[in-house]
């Protein structure tokens, strides 16, 4: 059985840096894709960006470019969210998800939210002063 579990998030400052950890297991695939996504309130739920199997492709939301960055150890246990610069507008509960079979797609993080198989329980980020 697949299962995730995101950890990390807290209260931090404008400008300020979080590592948003999700803890994989069970996931007998080669062909697949972790991914991060939020929710904020009233919002609906956004990809924000994910690593594929394939080659280790990633992926991001425009506007987290240059700011956040998703990585994985070498074994695909735990997949990171390293977020700087954070901003107001990122304050949302993050989830990791899992999506099988579709890591070899041009951009993963297109495929809508009901399609990815798998998620975990979803950590809160509140970038405040």
């Known amino acids: 059985e697949v299962q995730l579990q995101a950890s990390g998030g807290g209260l931090v400052q404008p400008g300020g840096s979080l590592r948003l950890s999700c803890a994989v297991s069970g996931v007998t695939f080669d062909d697949y894709a972790i991914g991060w996504f939020r929710q904020a309130p009233g919002k609906e739920r956004e990809g924000v960006s994910c690593?594929?199997?394939?080659?280790?492709?990633?992926f991001y939301l425009d506007s987290v470019k240059g700011r956040f960055s998703i990585s994985t150890d070498n074994a695909w246990n735990t997949v990171y969210l390293q977020m700087n610069s954070l901003k107001p507008e990122d304050t949302a509960v993050y989830y990791c998800?899992?999506?099988?079979?579709?890591?070899?797609?041009?951009?993963?993080?297109?495929?809508?939210?009901?399609?990815?198989?798998?998620w975990g329980q979803g950590t809160q980020v509140t970038v405040s002063s």
């Open positions: 998800a899992a999506v099988i079979g579709l890591g070899h797609l041009e951009n993963i993080l297109s495929v809508k939210p009901a399609t990815w198989d798998y």
């Open positions: 690593i594929s199997t394939d080659k280790g492709r990633t």
